[in-house]
């Protein structure tokens, strides 16, 4: 497949930016590639496309899988698994932060938790334990404000993420 400028252009600042957020440069790559494209795409054409090696297309492919960011699709007529993303850009926001949540709030809420619980928390500094339960008191409140903001209709949270600036100078002006 032969990619445009700008498709090539995004496809390679989304692999730079993955770098950045801490996912593998050719994962996100694909994730780009499959995005763009809107059509389901068999693992060598990702490969010929990106020009990256099978094998590390293959593992991208898995990981992509595990975040649940894409899904195989079958075509008649064709034995190759060919693979796919979803086209709504809230859809994916929604999953990318689920699966995050998943894998990075609730354990470190998990671990606060316990700690908070441990028979050896006496043996700490007091600004220690209490650094602990406002880390807690922060990703409790983080994570719930998540759930909430995840439940919404994207165009409702569009118009909450506009409002922005405006929330706090409500909340300055009813201090008075």
Known sequence: MKLNPVAQ????H???MGSKWGVNRTVSQIHALLYLTGDPIPADEITETLGVARSNVSNSLKE???????HVVHIMGD?????ATSGDVWELFRTV???RKEREFDPTIGVLQDCLTSKDLKKE????????KDTLALMVSLSTWGDQMLKLEPATLMKVM?????????LSSNKG
Do not use: M, T
Request: proline share 0%; aromatic share 10%; glycine share 6%.
């Open 9 to 12: 252009q995004f496809i390679l």
């Open 14 to 16: 989304w692999g730079e």
């Open 64 to 70: 992509l899988q595990n975040w649940n960011l894409i």
């Open 79 to 83: 034995r190759r698994d060919h693979f």
């Open 97 to 99: 932060v689920r699966e």
């Open 125 to 132: 500094d007091a600004v220690v334990q209490q650094r602990i």
């Open 162 to 170: 506009k409002l922005g600036a405006k929330i706090q100078s409500l």
